[in-house]
Structures are given as C-alpha cells and as structure tokens.
C-alpha cells in the first residue's frame, strides 16, 4: 500500500510541476502565484482535469480560472 500511494504522490506531484512550467514559460513571473497553488494541490484527478485543459487557455486569468474551478468540481 506504501508503494502505491508513494506512486500516486510522485506522479502528483510531476503533474503539478508540468502544469507549473507550462505556466511559468507562457505567462512568466507573474503567474508565480498560481504556481503556488498548484504545487499544493495533491489530488491527481484534479491535476489530471487541469493538464487535459491548460494547454489551450491564452490568458493568466484564463489559466486561473480554469485551476478554481477544478477545485469545485472535486
């Protein structure tokens, strides 16, 4: 079981990071704080939902929004 969640946490934590690169490169340091959230989420649903829908947004507040609302659709 140890193993699994070790597994589940690390590739939590990679999606986080991937999601926060993307966003660092395309909308620079002023999306740092964004960035913060990100890497305090742990859920992998959620960070799977953020992946499948970052990649198309244009625009910080964009990018933002779309992070909240994966909260709420928990």
């Known amino acids: 079981m140890n193993a699994?969640?070790?597994?589940?946490?690390?590739?939590?934590?990679?999606n986080a990071e991937t999601i926060c690169q993307y966003i660092e490169v395309r909308f620079g340091a002023e999306s740092?704080?964004?960035?913060?959230?990100?890497?305090?989420?742990?859920?992998?649903?959620?960070?799977?939902?953020?992946?499948?829908r970052i990649f198309v947004v244009n625009h910080l507040d964009e990018a933002?929004?779309?992070?909240?609302?994966?909260?709420?659709s928990q």
């Open 32 to 52: 740092q704080s964004l960035q913060d959230t990100v890497r305090t989420i742990t859920d992998l649903d959620v960070l799977s939902r953020i992946i499948n």
């Open 64 to 72: 933002k929004t779309l992070i909240q609302s994966s909260f709420v």
């Open 4 to 14: 699994e969640r070790a597994k589940a946490e690390g590739e939590a934590k990679g």
